[in-house]
C-alpha cells in the first residue's frame, strides 16, 4: 500500500515543473488574488465557478505566497491521494465476505496511475474536478460503511446529514458535483429494495431527506455569508450564467460526436480501468434489473445454494452497486454542456476503478500470461505522459498547440509598472496577470465574458458567431471598472492573435477602441502584443 501511494506521488511530481499549468489555473489564481485583496467573489471579481476553487487557491498563496501556485499544487496531489485512500477503503471490503485488500490496492493503485495520463494542462493541474472527488469519495465509503451498520435514530439521521453535506461540499468546488446525490439515493432505494428483503420506505426516505438537506447545507451557508458581505445578488446573476453557459455548449449529434471522439482517445490511453470498468458496470447493471425484477414479480431471494434467504446472493456487493451508480451519475456531470475537456474525464475515472478492480485482481492473479500485459498498459501510457511533462516537453508543445511566450511578455509588464499598478489584458489569458504578479484592471480575467466567447465550443474557430452570447450589462461592467480601476497598462493580446483573439480585435469594438485612444498611448510592442500606457492626465 505504501509502495503504491509513493507511485501516485511521484507520478504527480511533474506537477510542481511549471509555474502554470493551464489557463484555469490561472483564473483561479488572479481570482484568489483579487479575493485577498478584498474583493469580493461575483461582485468585485468574477467568474462562474463555485466558490470553493477560489478559497483553496486563496489558502494556497496565503501558505506559500501570494502568486506561487505551487501551493495549490500540493493541495492538489494531496486531495488525489486522500480520493485513492478512500476508494482503497470502499473497495477492499464486501458485504458478507472478507476483506479483500488486494481489490483496494488495485482501485487505489489504477486512480492514482491513470489520473496522470493525459496532458499535465488536463491530468495534473489544480482543477475542480479532482478537487470535488475527495468528499465525493469520502461520502461514498461514510454512505456504505453506515450501510453496513446503520445508526440508529437521531444520529442515524447526523450521518446522512453529514454524507449530504460532503456532497454539497463536491458542489461547492464544481457545480455537477451534485449529482452524487442521485448515486447516493439510488444505493440507499437499492439497499431497501434488495439488501433489506422488505420495503422499511419511511427509514430511506427520512435518509435520503437528511442526505438532500445536507447537501443543501454547504450553499445555503455560503450564500448567508455573501448576504452579510454584500455579495449575495451578485452570486446568484452569475450562478444563473451557468444555465446560459451549458446551454452555448453543444447538443445532438455534434455533442455526443465528441464525446465518442474524447472518450476513445482518453479511454485508449486508460484503457485498463475504462474496458474493465465498463464491462464490469454493464455487468453489474444487468444483475441489478434481474434482481429488481424478480423483486417485482415477488420471487423469493435466493444465496448461492439456490435456498430461500433473507438476501440475495445473486446481486452484486454493495461497492459494485455504488460503483454503477456513480458511474451513472458522473456520466451526467461529464456531458453537461457538450464539452468534454480532458479534465472532465476525472469525474468517471473515479467509479470506473472502483469497478475495475475486481477484474484486474482476478486477472492478475491468473499468472504472468495476464499480469505481463496488465503491468504494460499502465506503466506504458504513465511512463510516456510523466516523460511528456518533464524532459520532452518540447515533444508535448509539437503535439499540442503552441503556447504564447506568456513569460516574455509578464516580464515586460513587470517592468514597465510598479507592484501595486493594475494591468488589464484584452484577450483570454489570465497567465499574464499572475506571471507578471500585477493585480487585474478589471473584475474579469478573461474577455470571453464580454466578446462572448464561450469555451469548447465553435465561437473559439468563429464557425459559430460570439456576439448572440454578448451582454450589454457586461461591457458596463467592464467601463465602469475601466474608470474606476484606471489600469496603467492595457495589454492588447488580441493584437498577437493569442489563443486565437485575433478575431476579436480592438476595432471590432469601436467604443472601446476609442477609450483606449483617449486614455493610453501605446509604448511597445512585445512578441506582438501591443502595450499601451494610461496617460497620466487621465488620472
Known amino acids: 500500500m505504501l509502495a503504491i501511494f509513493a507511485l501516485g506521488a511521484v507520478l504527480r511530481v511533474p506537477t510542481f515543473a511549471r509555474p502554470l499549468l493551464s ?32 478559497e483553496v487557491y486563496r489558502a494556497a498563496f496565503a501558505l506559500f505566497g501570494r502568486y ?63 478537487f470535488l472527488l475527495a468528499p465525493q469519495a469520502a461520502a461514498a465509503w461514510w454512505l456504505l460503511r453506515n450501510l453496513r451498520a446503520p445508526a440508529r435514530g437521531a444520529r442515524g439521521g447526523a450521518v446522512h446529514l453529514g454524507i449530504g453535506a460532503l456532497i454539497g461540499i463536491s458542489a461547492l468546488f464544481k457545480y455537477q458535483g451534485v449529482t452524487f446525490l442521485a448515486a447516493s439515493i439510488g444505493m440507499l432505494a437499492w439497499w431497501t429494495i434488495v439488501v433489506q428483503g422488505r420495503a422499511p420506505w419511511p427509514w430511506a426516505v427520512g435518509r435520503a431527506l437528511c442526505q438532500l438537506a445536507g447537501a443543501l447545507a454547504p450553499p445555503a451557508l455560503t450564500l448567508a455569508w455573501y448576504a452579510h458581505a454584500g455579495n449575495a445578488a451578485a452570486a446568484i446573476d452569475w450562478f444563473r450564467f451557468n444555465f446560459s453557459y451549458v446551454g452555448a455548449g453543444l447538443t445532438g449529434t455534434a455533442a455526443i460526436a465528441r464525446g465518442l471522439r474524447r472518450t476513445l482517445l482518453i479511454g485508449g490511453v486508460a484503457l485498463v480501468p475504462y474496458a474493465l470498468g465498463i464491462a464490469a458496470a454493464i455487468g453489474a447493471a444487468a444483475a441489478m434489473a434481474r434482481v429488481v425484477r424478480r423483486r417485482a414479480r415477488r420471487v423469493p431471494a435466493r444465496d448461492g445454494d439456490g435456498r430461500e434467504a433473507d438476501v440475495d446472493d445473486r446481486a452484486p456487493p454493495a ?35 472502483l469497478l475495475a478492480a475486481a477484474p484486474f485482481v482476478r ?85 470571453n465574458f464580454v466578446t462572448g466567447e464561450s469555451p469548447g465550443t465553435p465561437t473559439e474557430s468563429g464557425q459559430w458567431s460570439a456576439d448572440a452570447n454578448q451582454s450589454p450589462a457586461r461591457w458596463q461592467m467592464l467601463f465602469a471598472d475601466l474608470e474606476r480601476r484606471r489600469p496603467a497598462l492595457f495589454v492588447d493580446a488580441a493584437a498577437a492573435d493569442w489563443n486565437g483573439y485575433g478575431k476579436y480585435p480592438l476595432a471590432r469594438y469601436p467604443r472601446l477602441r476609442a477609450y483606449v485612444d483617449v486614455h493610453y498611448r501605446p509604448v511597445e510592442v512585445r512578441a506582438g502584443v501591443v502595450l499601451y500606457r494610461r496617460l497620466e492626465r487621465t488620472k
Open 319 to 353: 461497492p459494485v452497486v455504488l460503483g454503477v451508480l456513480w458511474l451513472a451519475s458522473a456520466v451526467v456531470a461529464l456531458a453537461a454542456g457538450g464539452r468534454f475537456f480532458g479534465h472532465y474525464f476525472h469525474l468517471v475515472l473515479a467509479p470506473l476503478c
Open 68 to 130: 506561487d501556485t505551487q501551493g495549490a499544487h500540493a493541495l492538489v496531489v494531496l486531495a488525489v491521494l486522500l480520493t485513492a485512500a478512500f476508494l482503497f477503503a470502499i473497495a477492499r471490503v464486501r458485504e458478507g465476505a472478507k476483506r479483500r485488500d488486494g481489490e483496494g490496492l488495485a482501485a487505489a493503485a489504477l486512480f492514482l496511475i491513470f489520473s496522470t495520463t493525459w496532458h499535465d494542462y488536463d491530468a495534473l493541474a489544480a482543477n475542480c474536478e479532482l
Open 23 to 54: 489557463d484555469d489555473e490561472a483564473i483561479y489564481g488572479v481570482t484568489a488574488d483579487a479575493m485577498a485583496r478584498g474583493d469580493l467573489l461575483y461582485r468585485d471579481v468574477v467568474d462562474h465557478k463555485p466558490p470553493a476553487i477560489y
Open 363 to 447: 486477472l492478475w492473479n491468473a499468472g504472468w500470461s495476464r499480469r505481463a500485459p496488465l503491468v504494460a498498459l499502465c506503466a506504458l501510457p504513465a511512463l510516456f505522459f510523466f516523460a511528456l511533462a518533464t524532459f520532452a516537453r518540447p515533444l508535448a508543445a509539437a503535439l499540442d498547440e503552441r503556447e504564447p511566450p506568456t513569460a516574455e511578455v509578464a516580464a515586460r509588464i513587470a517592468a514597465l509598472t510598479a507592484a501595486d499598478d493594475r494591468i488589464f489584458v484584452w484577450g483570454n489569458t489570465p497567465q499574464l496577470y499572475l506571471l507578471a504578479r500585477r493585480p487585474m484592471g478589471a473584475r474579469f480575467s478573461s474577455c
